[in-house]
């Protein structure tokens, strides 16, 4: 008989355990036996967060002691994403908590996947944001991130039969045990009315309903928990919850009709990324939170500082594009009718104060309101608006050169047609600063939409480009690389990836190639796990991996990519006896809900997906995917997996990208326009590992200008036709083969987006991808020279910038 093996002791509780259960017990209310994953997760939340609210404190008592100078982020999306991995390894503890969790049969990933993820924002502006906040905590920086604390954020994206169908998000679903609520940080915020008085004596805005904003904090953890700053969402509530008098009387609908109407500002992100949406709601949003967070910031000021008049030595609010614009005239309003100082004051304080960051030149994108709108809605700032615009034009009509056509771009209104006031105007007019998120982005700024503002205040424009930061996107999402380079060079990049430079030589080193490849495989094995077990499609971990995943948008042209797969399919039936590279394409990206054509784009990739990888005569060597509900979390599951990285926009739309920059940094290859940050990219990798293709910036507007004919060239184009000819015959679309007819045929008329005119180029350019790729170690060479060249793309650099050369606080 066998010996009987005593079972191994259970190791001892550590102190940190016993902390994670007195937690459960005492604040979730739960025992260890009934504890379920997400009770756990917010008791280790929690216990963590009690020891993150020490260093929270000691950040508020030194900036409050040296009079620092403080930055303030105003911004309508973060995109922050899960919390706990990152404030995990932020503060080291990462392997403590997952060893004490263990010793009470909790598996750390297994909750750290439950953790909702915070989708307060659309995309790359949004996920900007939350960059932005974990780099000024990084580099000590005293900074606020203000922003609105949505009940739903970004949809759920579900795909149905193909077709994008939006579900609403439910993160607070099981309360958020990362953020606490300041009962005593309320204001008063107020919409429409009347102003009482004139423009000499006191002016008073009366305004005929309010609510009340209310803060909740989250705290942000910079990298070695060095700093805790916080990130302050606003909340609304009626003043009066419930109206007794009506309750009383019977009407118990309209005495919560105040609480409802103020929950409405809060209740939703508008879902749309590139066009303005012009509704009411979405500017009582605008100014609900611009308002709650100026007063909370004047406050602030004046309780540290006592003077009002220093504002612009101990204040910086950068406006993250021009949804908090409203700010500026909501300053001027505070400074004048509250603070009393006079307009020549009040406004130099304010264009000290602000700076501006524009994130896009599409004309769709920028905002403008309806005067009758915005004066019924904010009659005050109406009139400070009309007095700053007054101020302006004459200063503009002083200047020599400026014809009537100029002073019209400069004007706060757009006198076009019904009248609109011009957002980006007031953000840049009031502004010291106005920046750009990529070199050519700011470029273009200057050339067209900001033209005749630029010539005005020709000091004014600047460029920052953007940056990602490494920690979310290296050494939380990719543990494997992270340890590679580690033991390669060391830990210094983890405190400043300049240093992943002294990885480049390692790209001539055979046993490190196969060691990095060996990564990238292994983070390839587990996608196509995740992508097996959740839409049952099976993937070659071994293909090559190419990857698109953006917001969907035409500019973005995830079109392009779509047709030269057809192309691909179309030439692998035709010539199998050829050696191709076997691929698979991976999609995954929203659309607005009511963008007609990307939703018909993300039904495209559907159905070409179903019917390639359903088609025995591609063998294993084509295989599409469209991953739903594209999210931060499952970027950051996609990326480390990456081979190939899409950023094929029409040169001159995308303003920088930032998803370009997370696949570089993981070790993939980029195919791509001269557009954006692609340009700095490939500057920084050198232009033998990246591949670039077709028009420039440059090279679209002259098409634009001139007489671009798509039809002619696509005729042109043999490989062109046949795939176009098939998607718009129904080929992919038995069901229905009229669905994309019109699709199609936008490309033959107009193609504003230029897919035709750069398709045989993108083609060549895919073409030499693949003879790359048999080349393995040429390729992983490559690879690695991305990793070690676009170290310089961290936030903390952007950010550094922004400090030295906005703020002023570095
Ligand atoms: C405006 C008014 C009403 C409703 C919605 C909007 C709205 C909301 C979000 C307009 C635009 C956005 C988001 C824009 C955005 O994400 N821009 C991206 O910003 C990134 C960070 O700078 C850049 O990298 C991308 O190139 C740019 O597209």
Redesign the pocket.
């Given at each position: 008989t066998e010996p009987e093996i005593a079972p191994a002791p259970a190791p001892a509780r550590s102190p940190l355990a016993d902390r994670i259960v007195d937690t459960l017990i005492h604040r979730i209310g739960k025992d260890e036996r009934a504890a379920r994953k997400h009770d756990w997760l917010a008791a280790t939340i929690l216990t963590l967060r009690d020891e993150i609210i020490d260093k929270w404190m000691a950040s508020t008592r030194q900036a409050h002691a040296a009079g620092a100078k403080r930055v303030y982020y105003l911004s309508?999306?973060f995109l922050i994403g899960r919390l706990l991995r990152d404030a995990l390894s932020n503060l080291g503890r990462n392997a403590e908590v997952g060893d004490a969790l263990a010793v009470l049969g909790v598996d750390l990933a297994e909750i750290e996947e439950i953790e909702p993820d915070a989708a307060l924002g659309?995309?790359?502006?949004?996920r900007?944001a939350a960059c932005f906040m974990e780099s000024m905590a990084t580099l000590d920086l005293p900074a606020y991130g203000y922003g609105i604390r949505y009940v739903n954020g970004m949809f759920r994206q579900r795909i149905d039969d193909g077709w994008q169908v939006e579900l609403p998000e439910t993160w607070l679903a099981h309360g958020n045990p990362w953020e606490f609520e300041r009962r005593e940080s309320a204001y008063f915020v107020g919409f429409g009315g009347e102003v009482i008085g004139n423009e000499v004596g006191h002016v008073h805005w009366k305004p005929a309903e309010a609510v009340e904003a209310l803060a909740y904090d989250t705290p942000v953890v910079g990298w070695r928990g060095k700093r805790v700053n916080t990130l302050r969402l606003w909340s609304a509530r009626a003043f009066d919850p419930i109206r007794l008098d009506a309750f009383n009387a019977g009407d118990h609908i309209g005495a919560l009709a105040g609480q409802v109407r103020a929950e409405s500002l809060v209740r939703v992100l508008?879902p749309?990324?590139?066009?303005?949406?012009g509704q009411e709601l979405?500017l009582r949003q605008e100014y609900f939170f611009s308002s709650a967070s100026i007063q909370d910031i004047v406050r602030r000021h004046v309780q540290y500082f006592g003077d009002i008049r220093t504002l612009p030595d101990k204040a910086a609010i950068q406006l993250n594009?021009t949804?908090p614009a409203v700010s500026v005239a909501e300053l001027m309003r505070l400074l004048i009718d509250h603070h009393d100082l006079p307009f020549d004051e009040a406004w130099e304080i304010t264009r000290k104060t602000f700076g501006y960051t524009n994130?896009?030149l599409l004309p769709e994108?920028l905002?403008s309101w309806p005067l009758p709108l915005f004066e019924r809605l904010l009659p005050r700032h109406m009139q400070l608006i009309y007095a700053i615009n007054g101020r302006v034009l004459r200063e503009a009509r002083k200047s020599d050169g400026m014809s009537d056509q100029a002073v019209a771009a400069i004007s706060l209104i757009d006198e076009n047609g019904e009248r609109r006031v011009r957002m980006a105007n007031l953000a840049f007019v009031g502004s010291h600063s106005v920046n750009g998120?990529a070199a050519l982005h700011t470029a273009l700024m200057k050339q067209t939409v900001f033209a005749d503002l630029h010539r005005l205040y020709p000091a004014r424009i600047n460029n920052k480009t953007?940056g990602i930061t490494p920690r979310r996107w290296l050494m939380d999402c990719n543990p494997g690389l992270t340890a590679l380079v580690r033991d390669a060079i060391g830990a210094e990049f983890c405190d400043d990836t300049a240093k992943l430079q002294s990885l480049d030589s390692f790209s001539n080193d055979p046993s490190f190639r196969e060691r990095f490849s060996g990564v990238k495989r292994s983070n390839k094995v587990g996608l196509s796990n995740f992508i097996g077990e959740s839409m049952g499609l099976r993937l070659d971990p071994d293909a090559l991996f190419d990857v698109q995943i953006k917001r969907v948008h035409e500019y973005k042209r995830q079109l392009l990519n779509i047709i030269e797969t057809v192309a691909l399919y179309d030439q692998i039936r035709s010539h199998p006896e050829e050696d191709w590279t076997p691929r698979v394409k991976i999609f995954a990206g929203k659309a607005a809900s009511s963008y007609h054509n990307a939703k018909l784009i993300i039904k495209l990739a559907n159905d070409v997906a179903k019917r390639v990888n359903s088609d025995p005569s591609v063998g294993g060597l084509l295989k599409v995917a469209f991953l739903p509900n594209y999210n931060v979390s499952l970027a950051e599951r996609i990326i480390p997996a990456a081979d190939l990285s899409e950023q094929i926009s029409t040169a001159g739309m995308?303003?920088?990208?930032?998803g370009n920059m997370k696949f570089a940094l993981n070790g993939a290859l980029t195919i791509g326009t001269l557009d954006?940050?692609n340009i700095e990219i490939k500057e920084h990798v050198g232009d033998d590992n990246i591949v670039i293709f077709g028009l420039t910036a440059d090279e679209v507007a002259a098409k634009r200008a001139g007489s671009y004919r798509p039809r002619e060239v696509i005729e042109g184009s043999r490989e062109l036709s046949q795939a176009v000819n098939a998607i718009a015959s129904g080929v992919f679309s038995p069901d229905d083969p009229s669905r994309y007819r019109e699709l199609m045929n936008g490309l033959y008329d107009h193609d504003w987006f230029m897919v035709a005119a750069d398709f045989d180029a993108y083609t060549a350019a895919q073409r030499a991808v693949d003879a790359r790729w048999a080349d393995q170690a040429g390729w992983q060479a490559a690879a690695i020279r991305n990793v070690a060249r676009v170290g310089w793309f961290s936030s903390d650099r952007t950010i550094g910038e922004y400090a030295r050369e906005i703020w002023g606080v570095m």
């Open positions: 309508l999306e659309n995309g790359g502006l949004g900007l508008y749309s990324d590139s066009s303005a949406a979405r594009d949804h994130h896009t994108a905002e998120v953007n995308e303003a920088s990208g930032t954006g940050a």
